[in-house]
């Protein structure tokens, strides 16, 4: 793990430059550029609090602020997985022609995703100022579970983007598992619905990250400590996982590239 940190910091102006170029490719002969970061998951929750509230009637109070509030967060684990997935495979001129750590380009699509995520942000503040919900000072603890998402995240583009140069229907695949996954997460409806087998969602790694960030927009609390311990067993966990998979299989994407 020191090497990861280590060989991230080095090449720090790379992965930057990677980063900003995975953007700006991304917002490519695009009209409205770098704005669609905030129109996509307005749009997005536009339609779903349309659907969820309105046709399914799911009865909850200020259902657009609860949904937005994981949503965003939700969307950037879902991007950054689809975009780090091609990140070898993509770049391989560059991994056949220079010499540098193959972590870079992973880091790099998850730095593109952060940025986008902080500038998709701006659509949270915009949606709370618009339906005049309040805003808890707990919105200071976001960067919390935050940082537990970035390092789940991370474990998971580490693992994708390794797979990924040995099978290239992952990336396919990849994006049939997101879907199921967006569901099977308590996104869209509060976990409380589901009673006594709510266990069977908190073996969904994800939850415990997103429930930080709903819990600091929406309810105006914090969860419990527990939460927030689990929180980082997963995002350390998948991050130990995730990168000893693509340490040991690193050396030989030049072959399969």
Known sequence: MIDLFRDTYRYRELIWALA?????????????????????????????????????RIGIDHYAVF?????????????SLSYAADSIVGNADLIKKV??????????????????????????VFIVLLLRYPFYVTWLYLPVPFLALVLLTLGATFFFAALNVY?????HILQIILQVWFYATPIIYPIEMFGKYQW???????????????????????????????????????????YAIFRKKQDQFVYYV
């Open 167 to 171: 099978y290239r229907d992952v990336s």
């Open 200 to 242: 069977i969602f908190k073996l969904n790694p994800l939850i415990f990250a997103l429930n930080g960030f709903r819990m600091g927009v929406y309810a105006g609390g914090l969860p419990t400590g527990k939460s927030i311990a689990a929180s980082f067993v997963c995002g350390i966990g998948a991050l130990v996982i995730g």
């Open 20 to 56: 900003l170029k995975e953007l700006k490719i991304r917002y490519k002969r695009s009209f409205l550029g770098f704005l669609w970061a905030l129109l996509n998951p307005l749009l997005q929750m536009i339609v779903l609090a349309l659907v969820f509230s309105t046709v399914m």
């Open 99 to 124: 010499r540098i750590p193959k972590v870079v380009f992973p880091v790099a699509a998850l730095t593109s995703n952060i940025i986008n995520f902080l500038l998709s942000m701006i659509s949270l």
């Open 67 to 79: 949904l937005i509030s994981v949503l965003l967060p939700w969307t950037f684990f879902a991007q």
